[in-house]
């Protein structure tokens, strides 16, 4: 009801003041509708019932079976989501071992990992490197496309082709630049 009254003066004072100046408060404010609450008590199990009820009525998250193999390959959002959760769980995963590793008695400091990969044969450290630039690069790649349909760009079918094979290429590319080229 107070904030009724707070509206209905707010009101008052942005209006031209011949507007309300013939109408009472009491017609001004019967304009405004007001159910009353009520509350019923119930069981908990009643209480639980309702609740099973509204969200059987949700909808569902679409996983990746939402995605049409047919037109594009499992959907560039679905590898957005994939590698980012490989590139967080890496992150999370090193600096967990981090953490741990003075506790353990692992010498995991940066000159130690430093001399311990520079033992590697050059294959394995291009594949270690690669198997962490190629989701780094896909993951920030297609972060620009989603800005870019977020400009309202790109939606026609051709395009979404033609922008997932550049995507994949440019990908593959950066993740090779990355492993070899820095």
């Not at 199990?45 to 909808?59: A, K, M």
């Not at 959760?85 to 995991?108: D, E, K, M, R």
Request: with cysteine.
């Amino acid at each position: 009801m107070i904030a009724q009254r707070v509206g209905v003066a707010a009101l008052r004072r942005g209006a031209k003041p011949s507007v309300f100046a013939q109408l009472p408060k009491v017609a001004i404010a019967a304009g405004i509708q007001a159910r009353p609450v009520t509350t019923t008590k119930l069981s908990q199990d009643d209480g639980h019932q309702i609740l099973v009820n509204q969200r059987l009525q949700r909808p569902i998250a679409p996983h990746l079976g939402i995605y049409k193999i047919e037109q594009t390959w499992l959907g560039h959002s679905a590898w957005t989501r994939i590698t980012g959760c490989t590139l967080s769980g890496a992150a999370y995963a090193y600096f967990t071992a981090y953490l741990v590793a003075p506790l353990l008695g692992w010498h995991l400091e940066t000159a130690s990992l430093a001399s311990a990969f520079a033992t590697l044969p050059f294959a394995i450290k291009g594949g270690v490197k690669f198997a962490l630039g190629f989701p780094f690069a896909y993951h920030f790649i297609n972060g620009l496309r989603h800005l870019w349909f977020d400009l309202g760009k790109g939606f026609s079918k051709p395009a979404i082709k033609k922008g997932e094979m550049a995507l994949w290429i440019s990908s593959i590319l950066g993740g090779l630049f990355l492993a070899f080229g820095l």
